[in-house]
């Protein structure tokens, strides 16, 4: 579906409720940073407990790779209260990898807007929710450009029929544009700043799937996967649901 993975220098959001793969994809893209390109990795933690040392050494070890802790500059979510906070530590982060002249390959912000939506829940929050969420949009650019380093960022969704917040979008509209009955939360400045978008469902038990519905160099499409002890793994054709 990527046509080979996703490029150096770009962005990528990756959006979808709790448990749908968001997290597992991050570590995946960080584990093959640090194994294949042999470069550094950032990872922003917003939420507590994402970042788990446990499961990237449980997929490392299953896949015969290594995973070295050093090899990754982690903010954890304990440095982090609010969205300036947020911006802050990214800021302290990106000097410090310049100080230490690391040649960092990937940037994860996970979640990207999880504090947004606890801060800008009311319609007339909009245009500060857009200017605050333009910032952080622009650093992490920046760093991408600055490091040729691919930056991932996951998001929230709300359900369709939308908030008064989010208004122009019926489910019919979701479907069309997300490839599901949800939206990307955030608006427009988020959705048209970031160069690739995913959209993770789950489809079973043990079936998710990801649809990549924007992107300026790849076609839309979707591919069913799991999730176990070695990351991310293809479903057979036989068992697509």
Sequence with gaps: MLGGGLPSASTCGLAGHQAVGKTQIGFDLLLYNMNVLGRHSLFIETEL????????????????????????????????????????????????????????????????TALFKRKFSGRDLLPNRSAELGRHLSLIEDMAKEWNALAVCTCQVIQ???????????????????????????????????????????????????????????????????????????VESQELV
């Design 49 to 112: 407990k994402t970042f788990s040392t446990r499961r990237l050494r449980q997929i490392a070890i299953a896949r015969g790779w290594e995973y070295d802790g050093s090899k990754i500059t982690l903010v954890p979510a304990t440095r982090i209260r609010d969205v300036g906070t947020q911006y802050y530590q990214m800021q302290r982060a990106r000097d410090s990898i310049n100080r230490e002249g690391l040649d960092c390959g990937i940037i994860i912000v996970d979640s990207l």
């Design 160 to 234: 369709t029929p939308v908030s008064p917040g989010e208004t122009g979008f019926t489910s019919a509209d979701a479907y069309a544009q997300f490839g599901a009955n949800y939206i990307v939360w955030g608006g427009n400045v988020l959705r048209h700043t970031l160069g690739t978008w995913i959209m993770l469902t789950k489809k079973k038990k043990d079936v998710w799937e990801a649809i990549l519905f924007d992107s300026s160099e790849l076609e839309s499409g979707k591919v069913q996967f799991r999730i176990t002890e070695a990351g991310i793994t293809d």
